[in-house]
């Protein structure tokens, strides 16, 4: 990805923040920081904030782990796109995108695996979807793949996501 790609891609072009890394690991906790604490600046519940950021920890997993095949020197953009509800009527949510330049797969097989098959990882996707109130997979024009997720703050009626320590989802 040249360095003006992330600024030109049409689904990043709304975002207020913009961060591009390479796809090392190392990079991933400073991009949980960054999005958990955007996430409490703009009203979200500590339990939701926690939860955007492992669904974007997630994503980025993926991305590195699959669609780059470890390596760790390529690039990942992500946009923020923010939308506080300044008039009251609570209509505020968070747009997240991620892109990359990685192999392209059709997004209808994006999919975690079976989830009675009880054994330890590939449950990323299922999680984000589970987190998200909307998570859409695309294959991006020139190569690569975006994700796009959004979260509407749940005073709104929008759950947190993963169900909480109580056992049940916590819907505000």
């Keep these: 990805m040249n360095q003006s790609a992330a600024a ?3 689904a990043m ?3 207020q923040i913009r961060v591009e890394l390479l796809s090392h690991p190392t990079y991933i ?3 949980r ?3 958990s604490s955007i996430c409490r600046r703009i009203g979200f ?3 939701c904030c926690g939860q955007m950021a492992l669904a974007v920890d997630e994503a980025l997993c993926n991305v590195m782990k699959h669609g780059y095949e470890g390596r760790e020197d390529q690039p990942i953009a992500i946009g923020m796109q923010i939308h506080e509800d300044k008039g009251g009527n609570d209509h505020s949510f968070i747009r997240i995108v991620i ?3 990685a192999k392209q797969v059709d997004p209808k097989t994006i999919c975690g695996r079976d989830l009675q098959d009880v054994r330890p990882g590939g ?3 299922h999680m984000i979807r589970e987190i998200m109130d909307d998570a859409v997979y695309e294959k991006r024009e020139g190569g690569g793949m975006r994700l796009i997720m959004s979260k509407k703050n749940p005073s709104q009626g929008s759950s947190c996501g ?3 320590a109580g056992g049940g989802k916590n819907h505000g």
């Design 33 to 35: 920081e960054l999005v």
């Design 29 to 31: 906790s400073g991009v």
């Design 13 to 15: 072009q709304d975002a």
């Design 162 to 164: 993963l169900p909480d």
């Design 45 to 47: 519940p500590e339990l």
């Design 8 to 10: 030109n891609s049409p």
């Design 99 to 101: 892109e990359d330049r």
């Design 123 to 125: 449950l990323g996707v």
